[in-house]
């Protein structure tokens, strides 16, 4: 992998491991249950990226720095607890950069395996909801991407803008950076102001007689 690519995911990876175990830390699970919940979700969207590219062992388990930023992320999770409850939505905040930076190095490393511009921003948009989906499931919620939040959306978003830059051959870690920025303003906006997408009509049964 090009350093670019390396530095995207390792940052995403570290980001979504805060995000995981920040969420391990708001539902009171103890020091075990936050390392699984950190590794879970810095990590199950590169697994699923690399298995579907045929990247096996997939560096999330075979490269000793991908688990070690995850566990680096625990631990200053765990250390620094008090601190996380009193943060607001941080999990969010968090989401939101971890879903931008995976959802880019998944573009990236798709198009570096040679896949088209619909696979890529397939596969990226795949390597950016993974880890907050497994996250999600572990603490028992609805995961962020089935609620009708802009989520699957905003990581498309992102990575349409890198497939964009690949194509008019703009340089790879400016497209990167920009496909990273739009991805995580438009779920950061969403976050704030709520925006969601259509949810269908609610069905009305006519009154009895009428």
């Excluded at 619909?118 to 499931?137: E, K, P, Q, S, Y």
Aim: aromatic share 8%.
């Amino acid at each position: 992998m090009s350093a670019s690519l390396i530095v995207f995911d390792l940052v995403g990876t570290f980001v979504f491991a805060l995000s995981g175990a920040t969420a391990g830390a708001k539902h009171r699970l103890d020091l075990f249950g936050i390392l699984v919940l950190a590794f879970a979700a810095g990590n199950a969207g590169g697994l699923i990226r690399d298995v579907l590219l045929g990247a096996t062992p997939p560096p999330g388990i075979s490269d000793w720095r991908y688990i070690g930023v995850s566990l680096l992320a625990a631990l200053v999770t765990f250390r620094w607890a008090p601190v996380v409850d009193r943060l607001r939505a941080p999990v969010l905040l968090l989401d939101a950069a971890g879903l931008s930076l995976f959802a880019v190095s998944g573009a990236l490393k798709a198009h570096a395996a040679g896949l088209n511009p619909a696979a890529v921003m397939l596969l990226g948009v795949l390597t950016g909801v993974g880890g907050g989906m497994l996250r999600d499931v572990l603490v028992s919620e609805v995961p962020a991407v089935l609620r009708g939040e802009l989520y699957a959306s905003a990581a498309l978003a992102g990575t349409a803008v890198v497939v964009a830059a690949q194509l008019l051959e703009i340089p790879t870690p400016a497209g990167a950076i920009a496909g990273a920025v739009l991805c995580f303003a438009l779920r950061y906006l969403a976050i704030r102001r709520g925006w969601r997408l259509p949810f269908p009509r609610e069905h009305s049964p006519r009154a009895n007689g009428s």
